[in-house]
């Protein structure tokens, strides 16, 4: 109908301004951070009592420079994001894999997978649904290191769960922290450049949004007693197969083995 073209149109229109941002801002990055690079290995060293200072600026702009570089790469992938390509999958696998890279960037915090061994069989698109989770655990983290900035420690120990479970018809993934909690702007999570980060772009639980809808599912915030947030995320799994079943359903375009 009429609003869904317009809002299509509007979203094209919005991709592409994203898309020519994220060009711009990117070009002058590199001999920025190619010169700050040099300037550091160049003079780092050579007269001792200005060495604190230089080390100290070229070292921000190493950092502010990488800071734009991730904004800018999330920023584009949000614009640029392709749509999905179904195939049946093991979520229990994908959510594994997106937990453990976390956890060996993390290795101070506790992340445990319920049930530890699992098939929880799924037609989504793994790329995509693990890109997903991804953002929501990067979420956990970050909220359990504003709560630790703040010097507060949850009692029972800092932890982020993530659980799969399926309930007639429905399969429900979770991640569990004990984190901050969520801000005030709850209803607005989902909002693309929604942030209550300094460095943050707003844009990792649009993605994670615009990714679960795609695949007949809803997301969800909870408090949880004692501190900290649940999000659960549910997708109708059969409703899912019945459209990608459907006459004309474009997921004739899955590669398949
Ligand atoms: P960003 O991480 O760049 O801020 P997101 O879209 O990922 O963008 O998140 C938006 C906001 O949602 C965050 O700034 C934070 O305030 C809130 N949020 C998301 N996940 C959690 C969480 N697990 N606990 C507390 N707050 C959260």
């Given at each position: 109908d009429i609003t869904e073209q317009l809002s299509d149109q509007r979203n094209a229109a919005w991709s592409d301004i994203a898309r020519r941002i994220a060009h711009e801002i990117r070009n002058p990055l590199?001999?920025?951070?190619?010169a700050a690079e040099r300037l550091q290995r160049r003079f780092g060293?050579?007269?001792?009592?200005?060495?604190e200072t230089f080390e100290r600026l070229t070292g921000t702009i190493v950092r502010q420079v990488g800071d734009l570089r991730r904004m800018v790469d999330e920023f584009s992938n949000f614009a640029r994001m392709p749509k999905p390509v179904f195939r049946e999958?093991?979520?229990?696998?994908?959510?594994?894999h997106a937990l453990f890279l976390h956890?060996?960037?993390?290795?101070?915090?506790?992340f445990t997978?319920?049930?530890?061994?699992?098939?929880?069989?799924?037609v989504c698109d793994r790329q995509q649904l693990s890109q997903a989770l991804t953002n929501v655990v990067k979420n956990a983290v970050e909220a359990i290191e504003s709560r630790r900035n703040r010097g507060e420690h949850s009692l029972a120990g800092d932890r982020i769960d993530l659980k799969v479970?399926?309930?007639?018809?429905?399969?429900?993934?979770?991640?569990?922290?004990?984190g901050v909690g969520l801000p005030e702007e709850r209803e607005r999570l989902t909002e693309p450049y929604m942030t209550t980060r300094v460095r943050g772009t707003g844009l990792g639980l649009a993605i994670?949004?615009?990714?679960v809808e795609e695949h007949q599912g809803e997301i969800g915030f909870h408090d949880r007693p004692g501190g900290g947030t649940r999000v659960r995320?549910?997708?109708?799994?059969?409703?899912?197969?019945?459209?990608l079943s459907e006459p004309g359903s474009d997921n004739d375009r899955a590669p398949q083995d």
């Open positions: 590199t001999p920025i951070q190619l060293g050579e007269v001792e009592s200005d060495k999958e093991n979520v229990h696998d994908i959510a594994k956890e060996v960037a993390h290795p101070a915090l506790k997978l319920q049930p530890a061994e699992g098939c929880f069989a799924m479970s399926e309930e007639g018809g429905q399969l429900v993934i979770e991640v569990l922290d004990t994670v949004k615009k990714i995320i549910a997708f109708d799994t059969d409703k899912l197969s019945r459209l």
